[in-house]
């Protein structure tokens, strides 16, 4: 992803497809929000925008990257957002996380979520059951 990319991402504001998360330090909430986007159409977590949609980025070693991508694997079953880093200014850098949707379903510390615009929220328990029984009926034909 370019700069130009990022901008037409972040001038839609945040959706169903979108999440903004202003430093890495809020990596549980993106997570939750990773986990969601794979359990819909998926779409990106971008690190180092404001939610009014100001790119401030942050800045990014190899420890924040680590930090992100272990806080990924707590999502069930495993998910695999590609992971870019895109300079803004400044030195500073957004973390881009494009999720793949559509499979699943996934859950992070052992709750699935969705998205519902532009919130992610507890997905219910008969939602997930019924996305349960759909993957096992689809499996065992």
Do not use: W
Not at 11 to 29: H, I, Y
Not at 93 to 110: E, F, K, N
């Amino acid at each position: 992803m370019n700069f130009k990319k990022l901008k037409a991402i972040v001038a839609k504001g945040e959706s169903d497809r979108v999440e903004f998360k202003q430093s890495t330090g809020q990596r549980t909430d993106a997570a939750k929000a990773v986990c969601a986007l794979a359990n819909g159409l998926g779409g990106f977590v971008l690190f180092g925008v404001r939610d009014k949609g100001e790119i401030v980025g942050q800045q990014v070693a190899t420890s924040t990257l680590e930090d992100v991508a272990n806080e990924l694997r707590r999502i069930e079953p495993p998910v695999f957002p590609d992971i870019e880093t895109v300079a803004v200014r400044d030195g500073n850098s957004v973390i881009a996380l494009r999720v793949p949707g559509g499979g699943g379903p996934y859950t992070y510390d052992g709750r699935p979520y969705q998205r519902h615009g532009p919130t992610t929220r507890v997905m219910p328990g008969s939602v997930y059951e019924q996305r349960v029984m759909e993957k096992l009926h689809a499996t065992s034909r």
